[in-house]
């Protein structure tokens, strides 16, 4: 199981630090640095202030949000990074929910997200390959634009530069069982928001019992070495907190309702009352701490070495940790030899 770096997305500025962990990351031995993006800083712009720091770390979006960019702006932000960092990119990408969507990016949520995704993915696909001019037939994504406001003028393209990889990884964030199965039928990889390494299954759908070879599972997980799991756990409840009371309506919210179906949907429910009144302290001390730990490696270097074997034991391919300090990234990388 190959480690990696997770850096999540910028809080109120750029953190000083991302830069020398990543660095530190690739010192240790680390696979991958990742970058991800929400309403705030976008994911390609710090990753590539990362590529002119490091080597040889692999690069990669966890998520870049396909509401952000067209497809094939997306396209060209990878292969140019890819260039730039002589082959070290993996586009990681991910819908988001209707509240990002439609909030943030004004446009809106795709009424059939799996068709969506999959129009996206393979405009994609036909940039980096550069067989031909980019053409979709697309309900979602049309190439060219054939909309009732189109002037017609519009002509097959495929793009100047050459793509230093026609093969670069595409992975995809899914959290239900028929996107995780599509996923699995369309990209070179799954990015798992909360995995639970004793059940995937039960959770994500047969899908993730029958993996093609060489696909990618890389889930990303809160890691950190300390003595108290109590007092570990609560950064993790902290960004569940986020995440299920606020990343999301309350009568649609994927990460309430991937929670609901990993058996705590009364809890999940009581989230969102709590966030959603503005009571977000409550919100957070309400999360289990049972689904916290069972979800991050949290404790003494002894309970996570224990724990890290149940990761190795199931399709995880790849454990993107978040927000460890040094010392965590230190012991991560000596458990992991």
């Given amino acids: 199981m190959r480690l990696g770096l997770a850096l999540g997305y910028w809080g109120r500025g750029p953190s000083p630090d991302h830069v020398p962990l990543a660095r530190e990351a690739e010192r240790l031995g680390y696979h991958s640095v990742w970058t991800a993006e929400s309403w705030g800083s976008d994911a390609f712009t710090p990753l590539t202030w990362i590529a002119a720091h490091t080597s040889t770390i692999r690069l990669g979006t966890a998520v870049a ?120 039928r369309i990209a070179d990889g799954w990015l798992p928001l909360y995995w639970s390494p004793s059940r995937p299954t039960e959770v994500y759908g047969k899908a993730v019992a029958d993996l093609p070879e060489g696909f990618v599972v890389a889930p990303l997980a809160q890691v950190r070495v300390c003595d108290d799991v109590r007092e570990g756990l609560l950064p993790v409840k902290a960004m569940l907190g986020f995440y299920i009371g606020g990343m999301g309506h309350a009568a649609r919210n994927f990460h309430a309702d991937l929670m609901a179906r990993m058996g705590y949907e009364e809890q999940a429910r009581r989230i969102q009352r709590l966030f959603l009144a503005g009571r977000r302290q409550e919100a957070v001390l ?35 940790a978040l927000a460890p300090d040094r010392h965590t990234l230190r012991v991560l990388a000596e458990l992991n030899t």
């Avoid at 997306?74 to 909030?103: I, K, W, Y």
């Avoid at 001019?133 to 054939?146: I, K, N, S, T």
């Avoid at 490696?297 to 199931?314: D, F, I, K, N, S």
């Fill in 286 to 320: 309400a999360v289990p701490d049972a689904f916290a730990d069972e979800i991050s490696l949290v404790g003494p270097r002894e309970r996570v070495a224990e724990r890290l074997e149940m990761w190795r034991q199931g399709p995880v391919t790849d454990l993107l």
């Fill in 65 to 184: 949000q396909m509401a952000a960019r067209s497809p094939t702006t997306t396209a060209m932000h990878a292969l140019t990074l890819d260039h730039l960092s002589g082959g070290r990119m993996t586009l990681g990408l991910g819908l988001s929910g209707p509240q990002v969507v439609e909030g943030w990016y004004g446009r809106p949520f795709p009424r059939s997200p799996l068709t969506a995704t999959r129009e996206y993915v393979a405009v994609v696909r036909q940039v980096l390959r550069r067989a031909a001019p980019v053409e979709l037939d697309g309900r979602f994504h049309a190439h060219p634009y054939r909309g009732p406001d189109a002037t017609g003028l519009g002509r097959p393209l495929k793009p100047i530069t050459h793509p230093l990889r026609p093969d670069l990884p595409v992975l995809l964030g899914a959290e239900g069982p028929k996107n995780v199965a599509q996923t699995v």
